[in-house]
């Protein structure tokens, strides 16, 4: 019989989220202090900035324009030939390109060693292969993807076009019932580019990424449509055709694993494989996007095609032990203190972790936003790892301007592995002293609780790292005390296999100290 979980706050009432399998975060923190010069390049550029506004800009854009911002992906062999293709989404003029991980993942099945680019001149014909693109960043969670057109692919002294670019819609205002159209290159039915409508039938919750993970449908999304576009009734961009469950590797196939039929916690192979006629239904939201769009600008690319897991071997990879403080000792490398929360004006604000696992060598970027803004001046990227495969408090700092501080706002770390959005791990700089309370989270579940992870509500909606301390984990019927500061606050809560016990993606209002429960909802 199925049990679903909540979060109850005590003498709050119930808190109404209901619960899906927990997929684990990928490996979690590190850092490096952003004023050290070192050879590191900053995360973006002023020449390279795209437009990730969900309102103004461009007016509403016809069908026929939209066309001209969805490109063809072709995956080419050494020899030039192609392999395999997918759609993306032209959304910089620089030929910045948005699209689902797996469309420029070579594999079993689909070998290839760069990516392509094709365009129209006309919607009659089909799209004519002119550039080469690479890749600047990936998150495989979500399956999306950023390149960008670098070069011809025949030579030529001649400048890169400005290109066409599709505007961005905000995705978190499409409702049930809502007009949807998707534009893409499907691999069957024809070579030329198609469009088709429908209305959006629902939306798909996903562990670690919210309720809203994927806009569900009744539009018809054929294969090879991965990575295009679906807009809204004004032409606004607010998502990106992706596989239900996206393989890493090769081509989609017609039976695919949609949900956690067999309630272990996990949508996986082994849950009840649902056939879909070889066609996608679900978009994934434009906004999620947002993060790893701001990561891409301006950025080197990381290479050329994505390969799948496995050429940097990650999956032992853990970081542990989240803190900020407002410094550290330039002698130990160790936080000067621990802090929950700071006031606008403070020098700087440092994170710490510890960490297992990260084979030196592998590339990493750590980047920071404030209230989901990239703040290029804190970041850096391409930095090779060069600590150790294990240790204790990596720290990574956001100085102030002199004589100015850091102003108030959600403070989020954004790190990423090899190109891989890894986490994003939040501090709240307030403008006014706040309160500081204790927190019981109470485990009054039947299992044992090994990760609770906690972050400031913002706008990429991270839970961060798991807070409780290396090795400790909440049996049934115990609690365990954490510092939280007066604000909202969104929460993960999962068992020692890694799935899901309880969430609040929505967030939660910290006010007073009181105790939370993970609790049991009876059975209706």
Avoid at 63 to 87: F, H, K, M, N, Y
Avoid at 384 to 402: H, I, K, Y
Wanted: hydrophobic share 40%; aromatic share 6%; with cysteine.
């Amino acid at each position: 019989m199925a049990v679903g979980f909540v979060l109850l706050v005590a003498a709050v009432g119930l808190v109404g989220y209901l619960f899906t399998g927990f997929q684990e975060n990928a490996p979690s923190a590190l850092g490096i202090d952003a004023a050290q010069p070192a050879g590191n390049e900053s995360v973006a550029s002023p020449e390279a900035e795209l437009d990730l506004s969900t309102s103004g800009g461009p007016p509403p854009q016809s069908v026929e324009e939209l066309a001209r911002s969805t490109v063809q992906l072709i995956g080419l062999t050494s020899a030039g030939d192609p392999a395999c293709a997918g759609s993306g989404v032209l959304i910089g003029a620089d030929g910045t390109i948005l699209t689902n991980a797996h469309v420029v993942t070579s594999g079993p099945g689909c070998e290839f060693s760069s990516v392509g680019v094709a365009v129209i001149e006309n919607s009659g014909e089909p799209a004519k292969l002119q550039y080469r693109a690479e890749l600047l960043a990936v998150d495989r969670k979500l399956d999306l993807a950023v390149l960008r057109i670098v070069a011809y692919l025949t030579e030529t002294i001649e400048p890169l076009p400005e290109f066409s670019v599709a505007a961005l819609g905000d995705s978190d205002t499409v409702d049930l019932g809502d007009d949807i159209r998707i534009l893409g290159y499907p691999v069957i039915g024809g070579e030329t580019i198609t469009f088709t409508n429908g209305s959006v039938s629902g939306f798909t919750k996903q562990a670690g990424i919210g309720n809203r993970a994927l806009i569900k449908t009744d539009a018809t999304i054929a294969a090879g449509n991965s990575g295009g576009i679906a807009v809204d009734a004004d032409g606004r961009v607010v998502g990106i055709p992706t596989k239900a469950r996206a393989s890493e590797t090769g081509p989609a196939v017609d039976c695919r694993p949609l949900s956690d039929t067999n309630e272990d916690g996990r949508v996986d192979d082994e849950d009840i494989c649902v056939p879909v006629g070889g066609f996608l239904n679900g978009v994934r939201p434009i906004n999620l996007a947002k993060i790893l769009l701001q990561q891409a600008q301006g950025a080197d690319p990381i290479g050329t095609v994505l390969r799948p897991r496995g050429d940097v071997d990650l999956s032992n990879v853990t970081f542990s032990n989240p803190r900020f403080s407002l410094g550290k000792n330039d002698e130990t490398n160790q936080p000067i203190d621990i802090v929950t929360t700071a006031s606008a004006g403070i020098p700087e604000i440092c994170f710490f972790a510890d960490w297992q696992g990260v084979p030196d060598g592998t590339v990493w970027d750590g980047v920071w936003y404030v209230d989901g803004e990239l703040a290029p001046r804190l970041g850096f990227t391409d930095i090779t790892w060069a600590n150790g495969e294990s240790g204790e408090n990596f720290w990574l700092c956001a100085p102030g301007l002199e004589g100015d501080g850091l102003p108030a706002g959600i403070y989020e770390i954004g790190f990423f592995l090899e190109g891989e959005v890894v986490f994003a791990e939040g501090f709240e700089i307030v403008e006014d002293e706040v309160d500081v309370h204790t927190i019981d989270w109470s485990n009054n579940t039947d299992v044992e609780v090994c990760g609770l992870a906690i972050n400031p509500l913002a706008e990429s909606g991270q839970t961060g790292l798991n807070e409780l301390e290396p090795g400790d984990s909440i049996p049934p019927g115990e609690s365990r005390p954490l510092e939280l500061a007066t604000g909202r606050v969104v929460v993960e809560a999962y068992d020692c296999l890694g799935r899901l016990v309880a969430d609040a993606y929505d967030g939660l209002d910290i006010e007073q100290s009181t105790t939370l429960l993970i609790g049991l909802e009876p059975e209706g």
